[in-house]
């Protein structure tokens, strides 16, 4: 049955003071996102609410003024005022124009069938008490990852129909969309349509990031349940040629790829891992054949879905979560390229485990499932080993 709620949006409360918003309120988060804008002032994004990912999360903003030293948490929350809808699987991204963007997921339950891609936009966000647009619905689906901007000036934002949880039939008017998609924008984000998506085989919930080569094709990275799959387009993103696995070893979880400033490619996954710890930072110089250096970021045990940025400064400021559940911690790491090339610190800006954030209400009633995320998945198919 169709569910009028999943096309309404959430609600934006800046400054909120129920005790269930704040740290100590909270039983548990993760799954975080951050961006800089020019003058400096850091964004992250992460979610919370209930026990787990359940109907009622809600998304926090935590908003940096000195280089992530200290942060004003939660800046603002994002919620549904229906219970039975949640908000989920955030990010924040600063377009070309100087905007933030805020973008996460809605949903009927754990998975509609449908779900859906909306934003927020914060048109000054340097300003003392910045004001957001009114949420939008700008995609079907779920978007964990950051936009890509191309060298035609048109925008892509990965966003995908999820084929690994259980499709649901009161939406067949997505069935021609259960893909690892690219929404595209070609008037700087007033409007967005469907253009194209890979059928990764074996992939897992997509969380899928895009990167325009040298050549001008588009490389996408796609969670699979074995690693990391590939496809790639050479035409803007209307088509894709699904290549399998890309080589690059992974647990079934979200990584982040990025151009950076110098032209070099940088990846954040976990390497020699047991689960998902050893997330480690990496520059490849050849467009994503090799990869070269190696600065470990954290190397225990339950680190997860990085997400960050550079400034024109060369340096680079990635966030991830640990323990969810038990230390519910939001951290982050600044480093440079040098960092990762000596495979240590070097550089006077490199600071690891920084805190954006800790949770410290009550534990989680139930646990179950939940050390590691998408505890409601089914059983992944079997599945080659990866090469």
């Not at 992250?44 to 004003?72: K, P």
Request: aromatic share 10%; glycine share 10%; charged share 25%.
């Amino acid at each position: 049955m169709f569910y009028a709620a999943e096309l309404t949006p959430a609600e934006i409360t800046l400054h909120p003071t129920q005790a269930e918003y704040l740290p100590e309120g909270r039983h548990w988060q993760g799954i975080a996102s951050l961006d800089r804008t020019g003058k400096g002032r850091l964004f992250s994004v992460f979610y919370s609410g209930g026990n787990t990912e359940e109907n009622g999360n809600y998304i926090v903003l935590a908003v940096s003024d000195d280089d992530g030293h200290t942060w004003t948490d939660p800046w603002l929350v994002i919620r549904h005022p229906d219970p039975q809808m949640r908000v989920f699987d955030c990010n924040v991204w600063l377009d070309p124009n100087g905007r933030m963007w805020i973008t996460w997921a809605q949903s009927h339950g754990f998975f509609d069938g449908r779900d859906g891609v909306w934003a927020a936009v914060i048109p000054h966000p340097d300003d003392t008490e910045f004001a957001v647009e009114p949420p939008r619905r700008i995609a079907n689906g779920v978007m964990m990852c950051k936009p890509t901007v191309l060298s035609s000036g048109e925008w892509l934002f990965p966003c995908a129909v999820w084929v690994c949880a259980q499709p649901l039939e009161d939406h067949p008017e997505v069935a021609g969309e259960r893909f690892s998609n690219v929404y595209v924008s070609r008037d700087q984000g007033l409007s967005f349509s469907w253009l194209g998506g890979a059928d990764v085989k074996n992939r897992s919930f997509d969380e899928h990031m895009v990167v325009e080569r040298r050549d001008g094709s588009l490389w996408m990275l796609v969670r699979r349940y074995d690693g990391v799959g590939q496809a790639f387009s050479r035409d803007g993103g209307r088509t894709w040629r699904q290549e399998g696995h890309s080589g690059i070893p992974n647990p079934d979880t979200r990584i982040f790829i990025r151009r950076l400033p110098s032209g070099n490619l940088l990846l954040v996954n976990h390497v020699d891992f047991h689960g998902r710890n050893n997330l480690c930072a990496r520059l490849s110089f050849d467009d994503g054949r090799t990869w070269t250096g190696g600065l470990m970021l954290d190397e225990r045990s339950d680190v997860s879905y990085p997400d960050g940025v550079a400034d024109e400064n060369g340096r680079i400021f990635i966030a991830y979560d640990f323990e969810r559940y038990q230390s519910r911690q939001i951290l982050f790491a600044v480093f440079t390229e040098a960092d990762i090339l000596a495979g240590k610190p070097v550089s006077p800006h490199c600071r690891l485990r920084c805190l954006i954030s800790r949770a410290t209400g009550p534990f989680p009633v139930t646990v179950h499932e939940v050390n590691s995320d998408r505890g409601r998945a089914p059983v992944p198919p079997a599945s080659p080993p990866a090469p």
